[in-house]
Nanobody, 120 residues
Framework: QVQLVESGGGSVQAGGSLRLSCAAS??????MAWFRQAPGSEREGIAR????????VYDDSVKGRFTVSLDSAKNTLYLQMNSLKPEDTAMYYC???????????????WGQGTQVTVSS
């Protein structure tokens, strides 16, 4: 069972940056991803990392602005968020999947979430 703890959320003005961290009990050969859920919306996957080749996949809404990375030595997943927009306001969740391949539908371990609020 993978345990995940997010940190780094907060409030920022549009155009600013934040870096989210996710401390994991293990990373190893585990698919890791970031999801977000805005009020009144469903949770959506926005960035995913393959555990075998470290390739990354981004949702179009964040592509070019957000970067996911993994520090294997620290078992910590990061999400660097630049050029933030008000529509990025959401609860952000770190997630892990016990499956491979790992489309977003397979993620079954979740952190508690960290709030990101972007003001205009």
């Amino acid at each position: 069972q993978v345990q995940l703890v997010e940190s780094g959320g907060g409030s920022v003005q549009a155009g600013g940056s934040l870096r989210l961290s996710c401390a994991a009990s293990e990373t190893g050969r585990t698919c890791m991803a970031w999801f977000r859920q805005a009020p009144g919306s469903e949770r959506e996957g926005i960035a995913r990392m393959d555990p075998y080749d470290s390739s990354t996949v981004y949702d179009d809404s964040v592509k070019g602005r957000f970067t996911v990375s993994l520090d294997s030595a620290k078992n910590t997943l990061y999400l660097q968020m630049n050029s933030l927009k008000p529509e990025d306001t959401a609860m952000y969740y770190c997630a892990a999947s016990s499956y491979y391949p790992c489309p977003y539908s397979t993620f079954d371990y979740w952190g508690q979430g960290t709030q990101v609020t972007v003001s205009s």
